[in-house]
Each structure stands twice: as C-alpha cells, then as structure tokens.
C-alpha cells in the first residue's frame, strides 16, 4: 500500500509564508508527475503547481512568482513554498502523485489534505 502524507499547513498572516511538504510512503519504485491541489469552501479543487520526475514545473497563473515547487527524489517527497500569501489563498492543499509499484502498475494517489489559512 502507498500513503501521501502533507504536511505544514497552519494559520498565517497576509504576505507571510509557509513551506508545505508531501511525503510518499509504501510500496513504491518510482514516482512520477507530482503535483499540489487546493480546494476552498464552495469552490472546485484546482491545480497549483505540478513537477515532473525530472524537475520540469508548471503553475497555475494566480500563484505564479509567489510559489514553488520542488521535489526530493530520494526521500519521495515533494514541497511548495508559498510565499506572499494572500487570503484567497486559503484552501485545503491535497498533494497527487502518479507513483509506479513494484508491479509496475501506475497509480494515482491522493494525500489526506492540510488546511492554509491566510487571516490577519
């Protein structure tokens, strides 16, 4: 079995900062296309940012230069960086990945969710 583990949510003021991370655990060779999603209240989850096994990043336009995606292929992890929040920032951020068994069978995972609060 896999697990994704998201970290480093919390409450934080406008213009501050958080660093979130995603953590893969279980039967995994390798991992493939990780990516960041949030949700607001009465709102659609939507993609933030996404990373590829070699680095290759996209962002959604309304985070683009405040946040940054990264990724530690050893340690099966992956982070976002999120600088000058703003309030409409605040969501639950799920992480996804596209991690390989050791079957050798793809499979898309979904972590449980940390919440980002952005009040003053």
């Known amino acids: 079995q896999v697990q994704l583990v998201e970290s480093g949510g919390g409450l934080v003021q406008p213009g501050g900062s958080l660093r979130l991370s995603c953590a893969a655990s279980g039967s995994i060779f390798s991992i493939n296309d990780m990516r960041w999603y949030r949700q607001a209240p009465g709102k659609q989850r939507e993609l933030v940012a996404a990373i590829s096994r070699g680095g290759i990043t996209n962002y959604a336009d309304s985070v683009k230069g405040r946040f940054t995606i990264s990724r530690d292929n050893a340690k099966n992890t992956m982070y976002l960086q999120m600088t000058s929040l703003k309030p409409e920032d605040t969501a639950v951020y799920y992480c996804?990945?596209?991690?390989?068994?050791?079957?050798?069978?793809?499979?898309?995972?979904w972590g449980q969710g940390t919440q980002v609060t952005v009040s003053s």
């Open positions: 996804n990945a596209d991690i390989v068994n050791r079957r050798f069978q793809v499979v898309k995972y």
